[in-house]
């Protein structure tokens, strides 16, 4: 069973699909601060870096956009006339997101995304279905049905969820996604750089990026998240998700025990069943994961055992590549194989494991030095870059949780001991109190509207970045 949580909060928007019980992707998104993926803009050259095919564009947001022209070095004057000038207007969509210094990445061929369908307006004629759809005849019912009602001007490519999709489901978003398109045509005589159109509301992306038949239920927390997706009208039918509103007063990921999973998944060790365990490590150019086998050694035969321990290293890689959402480069050294069929068997095995990834992932194979090297696309930042910052202690060497992440759990904290007192006690640095208790205290008034409870802050000096302490009043009635 796989069920999809959504949990919003004042400042942040958390998602987790479980499987079967167990969370295998998280997602987390800081209100203030939301993805630009998917939207488009109109935008103003700034400058053109003709030897690298790529120009800086002002898409109205702090950093300038990254836009790369060309398929190939520019060698001929056909190429070269091709160029984008400085102070030109172009219609560009966002491909990632700003990550540390570099701006958001950019890209001319637009796309606009549906639950079963991509349209891609500039690609006359082109038809791509999903890798993932494997059956022939399946893929020749799609193709025939979408060769029959494409418009001649545009593309499209078949998303896994398209497939046993009727030809009346297909023409429906087809055409919800003309009238999207024809929407950015219409706009993009606005004056640069202005948006276009937003992509990424995050609880309707993450409805339609999760919309498939495999996913049993959706459960949501707020009532005005919920109200927005249930008029979507994607929820509740045959082959439709169930759509939940959570009302409980256990906050929702700790119901479903994906709080301590949530945890657990920024830790940079992750130990294995067999008593070895990786090393996660992410840097700017790449993601490291060390097979180590510890307390697996010394049991019995040495190759059975490396052998044994490097086989559940493939299958949790896989696995946390998935819930911390790595991408880009992944190099991971396992322990040194002596047999070749060990080794074909652990690459075997890993392939086998990163195909469960709804996320495209490719196994690239050895290298001499005995490295495992996999890609996995890149579409947001990793888990930890989402809810960390850099630590000014230490000049982002290290890590620490942002503001936004520790007033959160502070307060869903304060929800937790509801139950067992009528007062709370909060002690922390004065900043992270008033960020904790909100714009002109709206979280203290709204417990005390709900749940008819006080709070009372203690601000404490020369305290750590991130130090709290919430502790529980307890009223004693006089005899």
């Not at 060309?70 to 207007?89: F, H, Q, V």
């Not at 276009?196 to 707020?222: G, H, M, R």
Request: proline share 3%; glycine share 6%.
């Amino acid at each position: 069973m796989k069920r999809v949580l959504m949990d919003i909060g004042e400042d942040l928007f958390r998602l987790a699909l479980l499987e079967d019980g167990e969370a295998v992707e998280f997602y987390v998104e800081d209100k203030k601060s939301e993805s630009l993926v998917g939207n488009i803009y109109i935008g103003r050259i700034e400058n053109v870096i003709a030897n690298l095919q790529a120009a800086f564009v002002d898409i109205g947001i702090e950093k300038k956009g990254y836009l790369y022209y060309g398929n190939s070095r520019a060698t001929s004057d056909t190429e070269r006339s091709n160029r984008p000038k400085s102070g030109e207007e172009i219609v560009v969509q966002v491909e990632k997101d700003a990550i540390g210094t570099k701006g958001p990445v950019l890209s001319r061929k637009i796309s606009l995304s549906g639950k079963f369908l991509v349209l891609l307006p500039q690609e006359e004629g082109e038809i791509g279905i999903s890798r993932k759809i494997t059956q022939n005849v399946e893929r020749e019912r799609i193709h025939t049905i979408i060769a029959q009602i494409l418009p001649k001007e545009c593309g499209v490519i078949v998303r896994t969820n398209g497939a046993g999709r009727s030809q009346q489901e297909f023409e429906k978003e087809m055409s919800l996604l003309l009238q999207k398109w024809q929407a950015v045509s219409q706009a993009q005589y606005r004056k640069a750089p202005a948006l276009l159109w937003q992509e990424n509301i995050p609880a309707l992306k993450a409805a339609k990026d999760f919309y498939s038949a495999d996913v049993d239920t959706v459960v949501v927390n707020e009532k005005e998240t919920y109200d927005l997706l249930q008029a979507t009208g994607d929820f509740g039918h045959v082959g439709q998700p169930v759509l939940e509103l959570y009302t409980q007063p256990i906050p929702l990921f700790a119901n479903y025990y994906a709080e301590s999973k949530l945890e657990k998944a920024l830790s940079s060790r992750v130990w294995l069943k067999s008593g070895g365990y990786l090393v996660i490590e992410e840097t700017e150019a790449c993601v490291v994961i060390d097979v180590n086998s510890a307390k697996a050694a010394g049991r019995g035969d040495l190759e059975k055992m490396i052998y044994k321990t490097n086989l559940e290293a493939a299958e949790e890689a896989a696995r946390q590549m998935r819930l911390r959402n790595l991408s880009g480069i992944i190099i991971i050294d396992f322990i040194d194989m002596i047999q070749k069929e060990h080794q074909e068997a652990v690459t075997k095995a890993l392939v086998a494991a990163v195909a469960k990834d709804r996320i495209k992932a490719q196994v690239v194979g050895m290298t001499q030095l005995g490295l495992m090297q996999v890609t996995r696309k890149k579409t947001r930042p990793s888990l930890l870059r989402q809810i960390t910052i850099k630590c000014n202690h230490c000049d982002g060497s290290g890590k620490v949780f942002s503001r936004t992440w520790i007033v959160e759990k502070m307060r869903r904290e304060t929800r937790s001991l509801l139950a067992q007192s009528h007062a709370v006690e909060v002690h922390a640095d004065a900043r992270l109190l008033e960020a904790y208790l909100g714009e002109k205290e709206h979280f203290a008034k709204q417990m005390q509207e709900q749940y008819g409870i006080s709070i009372v802050t203690v601000p404490e000096k020369d305290t750590p970045f991130g130090w709290y302490d919430i502790q529980r009043v307890v009223t004693h009635h006089k005899q």
